[in-house]
T-cell receptor, first 115, second 113 residues
Framework: DTAVSQTPKYLVTQMGNDKSIKCEQN?????MYWYKQDSKKFLKIMFS???????INETVPNRFSPKSPDKAHLNLHINSLELGDSAVYFC??????????????FGPGTRLLVL | GEDVEQSLFLSVREGDSSVINCTYT??????LYWYKQEPGAGLQLLTY?????DMKQDQRLTVLLNKKDKHLSLRIADTQTGDSAIYFC?????????????FGRGTQLTVWP
């Protein structure tokens, strides 16, 4: 069973379109994250949610809107896609209520290509 | 915030030991992590070390932490071709916001047969 899963794995779309990426974790964690990995493999946090509440919101264009319907899901919606949005997006989760609270577990990534 | 620096490339022969180094700026990190990313895959947590430890060993992996110099290293003994991947060092920033991890840019390890 996959602990942190993301769909879709690959996403190819045209500039200007709106798309969503979904993330689900079955670890019972209370905190979820979105990271962006650029073409040079640099990994940077975008958002984090703790129990459906937004905790971290980095300097990300407001075209990106995370939504957490429950603590097992954190989806990422992107409006008006631009070429520079092409990257790999990783979802992660952690359990802030435990001693292992900072350890984050990552999904397999969604490879987004904007044409 | 935290700056985490790693060298970008490392090549070793199969059977040799690999040592991947990392330096960080924020000494408030409670845990320091090593993640592995194989081509086209996500990040796999390899190991982590609590900041009050100097060393942690886990099978072929040895993590050394020098808090004074803010230096972290990952040693892989008897490196295999399957160890070829990108290795990321990461530190948490307990001094600020819940759950924020800062990653280095990753070290591409290439293992030659």
């Amino acid at each position: 069973d996959t602990a942190v899963s993301q769909t879709p794995k690959y996403l190819v779309t045209q500039m200007g379109n709106d798309k969503s990426i979904k993330c689900e974790q079955n670890l019972g964690h209370d905190t979820m994250y979105w990271y962006k990995q650029d073409s040079k493999k640099f990994l940077k946090i975008m958002f984090s949610y703790n129990n459906k509440e937004l905790i971290i919101n980095e300097t990300v264009p407001n075209r990106f809107s995370p939504k957490s319907p429950d603590k097992a899901h954190l989806n990422l919606h992107i409006n008006s896609l631009e070429l520079g949005d092409s990257a790999v997006y990783f979802c992660a989760s952690s359990d802030y209520g435990t001693a292992d609270q900072e350890t984050q577990y990552f999904g397999p990534g969604t490879r987004l290509l904007v044409l | 915030g935290e700056d985490v620096e790693q060298s970008l490339f490392l090549s070793v022969r199969e059977g040799d030991s690999s040592v991947i180094n990392c330096t960080y700026t924020d000494s408030s990190s409670t845990y320091l992590y090593w993640y592995k990313q194989e081509p086209g895959a996500g990040l796999q947590l390899l190991t982590y070390i609590f900041s009050n430890m100097d060393m942690k060993q886990d099978q072929r992996l040895t993590v050394l932490l020098n808090k004074k110099d803010k230096h972290l290293s990952l040693r892989i003994a008897d490196t295999q071709t399957g160890d070829s991947a990108i290795y990321f060092c990461a530190g948490g920033d307990r001094g600020s916001t819940l759950g924020r991890l800062y990653f280095g840019r990753g070290t591409q390890l290439t293992v030659w047969p």
